[in-house]
């Protein structure tokens, strides 16, 4: 099978773009924008915005955070895609997004973009359009770069690049959230769906490596997220899992819990460890206030 050319690519998304293009707002001076020769995005002051030959587009002025690898993102993706450590997790959403009927999503904060995947790839009906957006470049290219079907942004979740009421579902997983943008470009009934870590999340890695806490409370988090929406729903999912070698590898990889670790204290934790991670998460759906 022939992979797409990076012009096809470019093309495919632009067109979608196209399609939807009544969502997007220029990130510079919020003027409408249109599609320019299948390559790039244009507002009516002429900011221009292309599309990479991966097929996405980069809608901020806002620098790229480097902290966030491809590596990291590359261990993301094959920690989620190749193990089950999240599956109860998309299966709670998947079913709260069933419920309800919605015709386009946001993934705000998608990095690589495999949690938007995995909830898509289990829906029975698939949304109009599904977007993935977030600050990094790297990770943004490598969503591109495998999912050809979603609109692929790198944005800034304090500026997003979208008009007022233009999605129907934001998703927030594992990821900062900024509820002010959230109000204003979801529609009426629209639902915000925001995944926290728990008491527990992660906690055989910070029971090993010493500067890190055992526990933390999300009380906060939640207090937020319910003064900027009525919460309709909550699910508290505490599991364990058990990991193979390389996928403990990409675990330690992908977690910012452990950017100061090093590579021997990464191998001393792989070592010792049962291969067993407790995953630990309180899921939040809520509507704007009034």
Known sequence: MNEVSPLKKRIKRAQLAQKHIDLFQCPICNESMKLHEFKSLLCLNKHTFDFAKQGYVHLTTRANDRLYTRKLFEARRKMILSSAIYDP??????????SISLKNVLDAGSGEGSHLHRLIESRQQSFELSVGLDLSKEGIKLAATHDENKLW????????PFTKQSFDCILSILSPSNYQEFKRILTPNGIVIKVVPGRYYLQELRQHFNDQPTSYSNSETTSLFNENFNLINKHKLSYQV?????????????????????????????????????IDLDLLIGIARD
Request: aromatic share 4%; net charge negative; proline share 2%.
């Open 89 to 98: 997790l998309h299966q709670v959403l998947s079913e709260a997004i069933e």
């Open 153 to 160: 942004v790198v944005g800034d979740l304090a500026n997003l």
């Open 242 to 278: 058990s990991l193979l070698e390389d996928q403990m590898k990409s675990l330690l990889e992908m977690t910012p819990l452990l950017w100061k670790a090093s590579k021997s204290e990464k191998e001393d934790f792989i070592m010792k460890s049962q291969n067993r991670i407790t």
